[in-house]
């Protein structure tokens, strides 16, 4: 049976298109209006705000993201899209959405926010799991 290796060309694509996800979740076109609402902000909370460092953060935590998914594939020998964006799921499920949701409801936020931000995070998985796991590499023998 072939081994998988990390596939780094595959990483990096998922991560820039995964990149887009927010920008387009978030703006006021799709939820960035109901965002803003179930947070309390207002235009004036964002003078202070750095955008290069929010757009340096999300990147690590995508690079972070993708190669660990890309590491756990190789181990569960993730061989198709479909298989990837499955695990994706269940570590999103598990690991991210559970967790966040028993997070928000003990720090009074609303659910609806939490759906809200969780699902970006989930297209992101997605993506990350159907381009990681359809994009595959093997070690030579």
């Known amino acids: 049976m072939k081994q998988l290796k990390i596939n780094h060309a595959a990483v990096w694509v998922s991560v820039i298109v995964a990149q887009l996800v927010r920008p387009l ?42 190669y660990g998914l890309a590491w756990l594939y190789t181990k569960l020998n993730v ?13 999103w499920l598990c690991f991210r959405f559970l967790e966040v949701t028993t ?11 939490t759906i809200l931000d969780e699902t970006a995070v989930l297209m992101q998985y997605q993506i990350f799991g159907a381009i990681i796991g359809g994009w595959r590499k093997y070690k030579s023998e």
């Open 25 to 66: 979740w978030y703006d006021y076109v799709f939820f960035g209006i109901r965002w803003m609402e179930l947070n309390e902000f207002v235009e004036e909370d964002f003078t202070s705000f750095s955008l290069p460092i929010g757009l340096v953060v999300a990147l690590v935590s995508g690079v972070a993201g993708a």
């Open 79 to 91: 061989n198709s899209a479909v298989e990837g964006m499955k695990y994706a799921f269940i570590i």
């Open 103 to 113: 997070q928000n409801y003990f720090s009074l936020r609303p659910f609806e926010l």
